[in-house]
């Protein structure tokens, strides 16, 4: 029996909250999430933000692992949330820290870690709701659902109790994150991301996700918008970028000296070339069909997840983004939910390989530019918009309140 529900068809179970376990107070929800993107996108460095969310994923899903059950954990373009199972807690804080320590020291990429346990999100009405994404061979990503997870980000954001410290330590699973394929152009126009969250956390908020996710299905069937579209656009680079070499070579558990990196740079250069070779001359390579491999890839992607509500990287006609971004604003503007979007010029790609042979990988998309955290920089401001009308309207109602308890009293 899996420790979460599995869901295999997104569009007609990913809102549903039947198709979800809520968690006891024995879970936990780890958190990491890149601090100075802002900084980092202006420098250029956007890769290095999507490598270090994809290595978290990666660490975090060996640490996590019970026996052979699939651990929930979500790539969110600068940062990951996961949840930990009951007994795992230990285990979560060692890899964040670990996580944490060497995105600075290694990656040079600010990362603030923490654990949430999800007992005190219950105490404050926040049901945690989880579920596993099937998308073939047993590979899996995590789904979550309700406010209960941005409500454990925001904490990890605004409170030291629940952050982690830096603190050096082993990283497996961290030598399987590589980045070497080209960014993928839209075929129909544009690459659109999506991140929306519900104003109401309750019962009422989660009816009003499912209904904007039919809407978006209504203008766009999702499963015929995933950006990679069927793999066949999938270009492996040849020589790959400078960046991501080096990026390749600060990764892995086996240490960061020059001598391994410079082993892993090599291992790097006659992976991708072999790849580039066996894609050109239509070869297969022992039980490796890379054919096979590049459809798979684009089968395996997390174009459309729920982290609380949808997100989803998609690749649209103009019209169709337009459309998707007036339905958002109309709900918006009626007060039920909080969006944010953002188009980008392609779809970059990060893997997580374990076994090619075995077929067990899956690849973490994202908008050119850092498209996930330019949405959340939208959905940010919104809120932040929203609380200082909260606070304007108090203040007015205060001085409203003031004004007449110091008027003269009619005789």
Same mark, same amino acid.
């Given at each position: 029996?899996?420790? /979460? ?8 179970? +990913? ?27 202006? &420098? ?12 978290? @994923?990666?660490? *975090? !899903? ?34 964040? !820290?670990? #996580? ?10 600010? #990362?603030?870690? $923490? ?5 005190? #999100?219950?105490? &404050? ?38 952050? #982690? ?65 069927? $793999? ?33 740079? $090599? ?9 580039? *070779? ?48 007036? /339905? /958002?604003? &109309?709900? =918006? &503007? ?27 990988? @899956?690849?973490?998309?994202?908008? +050119? ?37 110091? =008027?003269?009293?009619?005789?």
């Amino acid at each position: 029996m899996p420790l /979460l529900p599995v869901i295999r068809d997104f569009a007609a179970e +990913a809102s549903d909250p039947r198709r979800y376990a809520a968690l006891d107070g024995g879970w936990s929800l780890a958190v990491a999430d890149v601090t100075g993107s802002t900084q980092l996108a202006g &420098q250029g460095r956007h890769r290095d933000v999507n490598f270090v969310a994809a290595g978290v @994923v990666a660490v *975090l !899903s060996d640490a996590l692992r019970v026996g052979q059950e699939p651990v929930a954990c979500q790539f969110g373009g600068d940062g990951a949330i996961a949840a930990v199972p009951p007994g795992r807690e230990d285990a979560a804080r060692a890899a964040l !820290s670990a #996580l944490a320590h060497w995105s600075a020291e290694v990656m040079d990429v600010p #990362l603030r870690v $923490g654990l949430v346990p999800v007992r005190a #999100l219950l105490d &404050q009405g926040l049901e945690v709701m989880a579920a596993l994404q099937d998308v073939g061979n047993g590979n899996s990503f995590g789904l979550f659902l309700g406010a209960a997870a941005a409500g454990a980000d925001a904490w990890v954001k605004e409170e030291a109790r629940w952050r #982690l410290p830096q603190k050096e330590g082993p990283l497996p699973g961290l030598e399987s994150v590589s980045c070497r394929w080209n960014p993928v152009p839209p075929r129909r126009g544009t690459v659109l991301c999506v991140i929306v969250d519900a104003v109401d956390p309750g019962a009422a908020g989660l009816l009003e996700l499912a209904r904007v996710q039919r809407a978006i299905e209504a203008i766009v069937p999702t499963a015929g918008a995933a950006p990679l579209g069927a $793999g066949e656009r999938l270009e492996a680079r040849w020589p790959p970028d400078w960046r991501s070499l080096l990026m390749e070579a600060r990764g892995g558990r086996d240490g960061a000296g020059l001598g391994t990196r410079i082993r892993r740079v $090599g291992k790097a250069l006659a992976g991708s070339g072999l790849l580039v *070779l066996l894609l050109r001359l239509g070869l297969t390579l022992g039980g490796f069909d890379p054919q096979r491999y590049r459809r798979h890839m684009a089968e395996r992607t997390d174009f459309r997840k729920s982290a609380g509500g949808p997100r989803l990287v998609l690749d649209v006609t103009e019209g169709e983004a337009d459309a998707i971004e007036r /339905l /958002l604003n &109309q709900a =918006a &503007q009626a007060g039920s939910i909080r969006y944010g979007t953002a188009r980008a010029d392609a779809t970059t790609v990060t893997c997580l390989v374990g076994d090619v042979t075995a077929d067990r990988h @899956v690849h973490f998309v994202d908008g +050119a530019g850092l498209g996930f955290w330019r949405a959340s920089v939208m959905l940010k401001a919104m809120k932040a918009r929203e609380k200082a009308g909260q606070e304007g309207g108090a203040a007015k109602g205060m001085e409203t309140a003031a004004a007449f308890l110091t =008027a003269p009293i009619p005789s």
